[in-house]
């Protein structure tokens, strides 16, 4: 037997993460339109102070539901460390709102590479580093397809998903499909925090995941950031059920990306990368209801 001359596939050495649990929603009192005292959920918000080898970074406000990802997420699509290899180990503390990161080898250049801020849309973050569009030209998304079906499919699974913003309101949603298939779905008060902790576990995941053939779902709208780095994880198709703006528009298109918006029950629209949706125009039309026979 022939045996193959191409290496195993190696898997990288994964950081060693805490498992912080802090509590996503807290009861507060409220009066009501019929001037009633009532009990109800709100999401809880706190402040994640992040340390790079004991240098204070960034704070972050978070509902603090899987931190460690969120951590190890926003040091990739900030492009401050490159593999997770280069990560030893994150540790969140509550006690103290901090998130401690140990890398391997240190961060090159990380005061010149955090020192310039751009403030963003982005609710629950506010800013990144560096521009914004510095790795646009050096991104090239893999060839992939979404059918009409299939993305019919990706809204009604977040419809029926349990959530915190059924219960308490006010969190942003995201999550990584393929094809029908939920893989993960998170919620933040921010949606930046929301698709940073989903880069952080596809990073988490033995080998890598590879976007190529997964789809981003968002219930914030599509900016700039959020095109970006969704293009950064490799996946070349994001969904929202909210619009798009002039500038994560003309991005998409510059990237080739599928960018779908106001995707709520059989209605949506495509922005961009129209190429890549096979359309299935009579699924749009919704079947007659029977009537009912009586007698």
Known sequence: MKRSSHPASVVPTLP????????????????????????????????????????????????????ELLVLGYLRNQRLVQSVQDIESITVDWEVHAAA?????????????????????????????????????????????????????????????????????????????????????????????????IAGWMWMQAGEMAGSDKVFYTTGRLTSEMVIKSAQMGVPIVVSRSGMTQMGHAVAQQLGL??????????FVCYSGADRLLLQPELAVVPPVAPVAVG
Request: overall charge neutral.
């Open 16 to 67: 060693r993460l805490t498992q912080a649990q802090a509590p996503l929603t807290q009861s507060v009192e409220v009066v009501n339109e019929r001037g009633e005292r009532e009990q109800v959920q709100i999401p809880a918000e706190r402040p994640l102070t992040i340390y790079v080898d004991k240098r204070e970074l960034v704070t972050l406000m978070t509902l603090g539901a899987q931190p």
């Open 101 to 197: 990161v140990k890398t391997r080898h240190g961060i090159a250049r990380i005061e010149e590479r955090t020192a310039s801020k751009v403030v963003t849309t982005g609710c629950g973050q506010g800013s990144v580093f560096g521009g914004l569009m510095d790795e646009v030209d050096r991104i090239d998304l893999p060839a992939a397809q979404l059918t009409q079906a299939q993305l019919y499919g990706i809204v009604n699974a977040i419809r029926i998903k349990e959530s915190t913003y059924k219960s308490a309101g006010s969190v942003h949603g995201c999550a990584l499909f393929c094809g029908e298939e939920l893989l993960i779905f998170v919620e933040d008060v921010g949606r930046h925090n929301a698709i940073d902790t």
């Open 258 to 267: 599928c960018a779908i918006g106001r995707a709520t029950n059989r209605r």
